[in-house]
């Protein structure tokens, strides 16, 4: 296939513009740079052809020398080509030896960098070969005094420059370094782009061959960053901050007037709509987002000095095709969205789901209300599904033996008076599962019934137990709310581990809608409820650890909470006794059960005479009495755009909800409205 038959097979291209990415922030007080006569740099104009202010354009300068600068520059004395520019200062320079044995921008002396920028070795060559340290400045210099010219100040001289105090941003340069390596910085920043690139990653394309549209992962989004040209014959010239005006949107097919994709810049932690219009000049061709405008050309791209495209970063094969599997990288969480939303699928026609699978009970065959019984048992318990291996000679008291739903025989059931059955197995990672709960009549004799006919044992017996579920789920059909159009549950993909998915969301989501808290409530209130929220989570779906000694560390749990309370000064005994090793003998499970029992009713009274300020000791009091744990909860079943739309009402860091890893599994959820709620109609 020819290039050109392979370019207009394109139909379509859409996306969400240019990422001009993140504002100029401006030098604290204490740290702000000053000319030799004592006036502060500005900081705040901008309204010039490089769209940014003197102080950022002398930050930038300073960083381009530092960089080339022996221990600065990380690659040198690693075998790796020095960077185009390098060149221009010389490695023997003793100026250039001083400053890098100094090894920490906080010890860098001014007067030395001013030395340097005056060098007269450095200078001398410069006369003789036209390029070197003056070289640079002179570039500099020539773009720097334009942005004055645009503030009304006079042309600074190379002298001029090199007596600027840029003493005091070296320190702040060594303390911002030092941040920027922290954990803290780490998940705000990623937190950032998380945001950002849930918003512009995906693309849509489509070729004249394709039945639907495709959805790629695009990285490719972001506007160069303003810097110093390190471009052989430029170096030292400035590359403009970039702004929508300097953009044409390539988009198949050209949008009509008014329904162009919103310029969106960063604003106070979030990305904000403007009033800017972009440039839409649609080539045909699906490999770049953007193009540069012949204006934009201004400095160093012009004539070739630097891309003028924005390409995307996805590839097609020889014959012109997608290749989704080598070529094209889809949204590699798109499978976690998909999920949550047949999650609200089901659970917005909830109760259409409960009344076909209550009348296929009541009037199916044998097998059809044995499936019912299981989507009821799993609408009811949340019980993970199980059945996806044939179980042989169950062990219950063997912790690697695991159970599901699927997997019970009818020694896991007991029959109690009206109509209560218990449940006891040991599920995934041989956490105990024991639950009463009351049935329906129909079901509970139904149940009841099947047991003693059941040679094996087995309650579903069932051939390909998952998948026969999976397929009888599928096949239920619900109606739009206008009561004409009737989906089926496989077109939503529901399967059997999404009744799991629903309860958690729908749990987390009702809890924050019962327990609203103000947006200038403490911080410290505002974690309560998320985690008493994920906690609630956690409850129904059985989610608990594994613990050698139970009674020990819900013994040392309580003591961190009641261990300055003069009134527990007994049960404070009692605990420091327990909470100990006991290293003499062994415990019986007599004597294990009557330290739990005593714990327990501590428990019972430390919970009674706390206040309110000790809910965060008492919820951790909860956690370790159930032994519950919260991770998986909160990673793998609650719909991440409820946390976030719920950070964002409350103003609650997201960092604090979730780990690093999360916060990228998740960067697909981050643009959520604060409006969003996972009932809200699909």
């Not at 809890?511 to 808290?517: D, T």
Request: net charge positive; hydrophobic share 35%.
């Amino acid at each position: 296939m020819s290039k050109k038959l392979e370019i207009e097979s394109y139909v379509k291209l859409e996306h969400k513009g240019v990422f001009l990415g993140f504002p100029y922030e401006p030098l604290p007080e204490g740290s702000r740079i000053r000319y030799s006569n004592g006036t502060l740099v500005d900081q705040k104009n901008n309204d010039n052809p490089f769209n940014m202010c003197e102080e950022e354009a002398l930050r930038l300068f300073v960083s381009f020398i530092i960089s080339k600068i022996p221990h600065f520059n990380k690659t040198a004395g690693k075998g790796i080509k020095p960077s185009v520019g390098a060149e221009v200062l010389e490695s023997g320079n003793s100026i250039l030896q001083s400053i890098g044995k100094k090894k920490s921008y906080s010890k860098i002396n001014a007067s030395d960098f001013k030395t340097l920028l005056l060098d007269k070795k450095t200078v001398a060559e410069a006369k003789k070969s036209g390029k070197g340290i003056s070289y640079l400045i002179t570039n500099f210099l020539n773009d720097f005094n334009t942005i004055r010219l645009y503030n009304k100040a006079k042309d600074i001289t190379h002298e001029e420059l090199a007596s600027i105090d840029f003493q005091p941003y070296f320190k702040f340069w060594e303390k911002n370094t030092i941040y920027r390596m922290t954990s803290e910085y780490k998940k705000k920043y990623s937190m950032k782009v998380a945001i950002v690139r849930a918003y512009f990653s995906n693309m849509v394309v489509r070729r004249e061959t394709d039945a639907e549209d495709i959805i790629i992962y695009n990285k490719s989004f972001s506007a160069e960053a303003p810097s110093i040209s390190g471009i052989k014959d430029y170096e030292g010239y400035i590359k403009k901050r970039l702004s929508s005006n300097d953009f044409e949107l390539n988009l198949i097919p050209k949008p009509k007037y008014g329904e162009e994709p919103p310029v969106m810049i960063w604003e106070n932690g979030d990305l904000v709509e403007t009033d800017e219009k972009w440039i839409i000049k649609s080539g045909g061709n699906p490999k770049y987002l953007a193009s540069f405008r012949k204006h934009a050309c201004y400095g160093v791209y012009e004539k070739g000095r630097g891309k003028n495209k924005i390409e995307t970063n996805w590839k097609l094969d020889k014959q012109g095709q997608l290749n989704i599997e080598k070529g094209v990288s889809l949204h590699v969480k798109q499978n976690d969205k998909n999920k949550f939303e047949s999650a609200r699928f089901l659970n917005y026609h909830i109760e259409q789901v409960r009344d076909k699978y209550n009348n296929t009970f009541e009037k199916g065959t044998d097998n059809e209300k044995l499936l019912s019984l299981a989507v009821y048992l799993l609408d009811k318990l949340a019980i993970r599904p199980g059945g996806n291996k044939v179980k042989k000679n169950f062990n219950p008291d063997d912790e690697n033996d695991v159970q599901g739903l699927l997997d019970l025989n009818c020694e896991n059931i007991e029959f109690l008076p009206n109509f209560v059955v218990k449940f006891t197995f040991l599920g995934k990672s041989g956490v105990p599962f024991i639950e009463e709960t009351k049935m329906e009549k129909k079901y509970y004799n139904f149940l009841k019934g099947i047991c003693p006919t059941r040679k094996s044992n087995d309650i579903f017996s069932l051939k390909d137990k998952l998948k026969s579920l999976n397929t009888f789920i599928g096949t239920l059909k619900v109606a739009n709310d206008d009561d004409i159009a009737v989906t089926y549950l496989h077109d939503w993909h529901v399967t059997a581990k999404t009744f799991r998915t629903r309860l958690a969301c729908y749990t987390f989501q009702k809890y924050l809608h019962e327990n609203e808290i103000k947006i200038d409530a403490k911080q410290s209130e505002k974690k309560q409820i998320f985690v008493k929220a994920n906690l609630e989570v956690a409850k129904a779906l059985n989610h608990k650890s594994l613990a050698g000694d139970v009674t020990k560390a819900f013994a040392k749990s309580i003591l961190a909470v009641i261990k300055k309370k003069d009134e527990f000064k007994t049960e404070i005994e009692v605990l420091e006794k327990y909470s100990k090793d006991d290293e003499k003998r062994a415990l019986t499970m007599e004597d294990h059960e009557k330290r739990t029992n005593q714990v327990l009713i501590i428990y019972n009274k430390v919970k009674d005479n706390l206040g309110d300020e000790n809910q965060a000791g008492l919820t951790r009091l909860e956690m370790k009495k159930e032994n519950i744990s919260l991770g998986t909860s909160i990673a793998n079943y609650v719909d991440p755009r409820i946390v976030v739309a719920w950070c964002k009402k409350v103003d609650f860091p997201i960092e604090k909800c979730y780990q690093t890893a999360s916060l990228k599994k998740f960067k697909w959820a981050m643009a959520t409205l604060s409006t969003w709620s996972f009932f809200d109609e699909i």
